[in-house]
């Protein structure tokens, strides 16, 4: 009996030891533990509740970390302001060379421009002297544009010259312009075109379409 008496209390104390662990082992025997009881090293601190889960962040980080509501951009659309555009300057009947008060030699070519709303009219040339008009001819108008006009100022180079004279255009009807014509050529044939014969100023019109004075040089 003795002799069993140290296996006995050997398993005893496992017993025992088993059971305590058990104990300790249990979830409920956790909690009553009492962690006041452990010792803390020298110069350790109590951490608070919040240092477990991370640093609560700055608003500026926390804004960075949500997804910012889209900006809407409003677009001003400016409307495009009508580019104004310089229309060009009207086209009018009248005698562009040579400059008005200028002198020209014997002969010389006269330049013109012509509306277009007389492209198709019959717009006489003029020549005026001392207070008298002779009927020289018409432009040549060809697709709106009138051809250069060559003008004898006198029947002579040195006649008239020094003298001021007058070039005058004017709208005819055609009637009316073949009638001065034909008086003209008479004048013409009978030797006083020019000495007494000319064309009768009431025949044209009140106001020339164009005039401007030369006076022809020696």
Known sequence: MRARLPWILAGVAIVVVLA???????????????VSAID??????TLPASRGLGAAPTP??????????????????????PTRTTAAPAVRTRIVEPANNSKVPWPFDAKFT???????AVISLAICVADRCYLDGKLDIIDGQAAPYTV????????????????????????DFD????????????????????????????????????TKQP
């Open 20 to 34: 305590v662990i058990g104990v300790l082992l249990r979830p409920d025997a956790r909690e009553n533990v009492d």
């Open 40 to 45: 803390l090293p020298i110069g350790a601190t």
């Open 60 to 81: 500026s980080t926390e804004a960075s970390r949500t997804s910012a509501a889209p900006i809407t951009r409003t677009t001003t659309t400016t409307t495009p302001r």
């Open 114 to 120: 012509v509306s277009p709303a007389d492209a198709t």
């Open 152 to 175: 004898y100022l006198g029947s002579t180079k040195p006649e008239g010259t020094g003298v001021p004279w007058q070039l005058r255009l004017d709208r005819l009807a055609k009637a």
């Open 179 to 214: 009638a001065l014509v034909k008086t003209r050529d008479a004048a013409i044939a009978a030797g006083t075109w020019g000495v007494t014969a000319s064309t009768p100023i009431g025949a044209l019109n009140d106001t020339p379409v164009s005039t401007l004075t030369v």
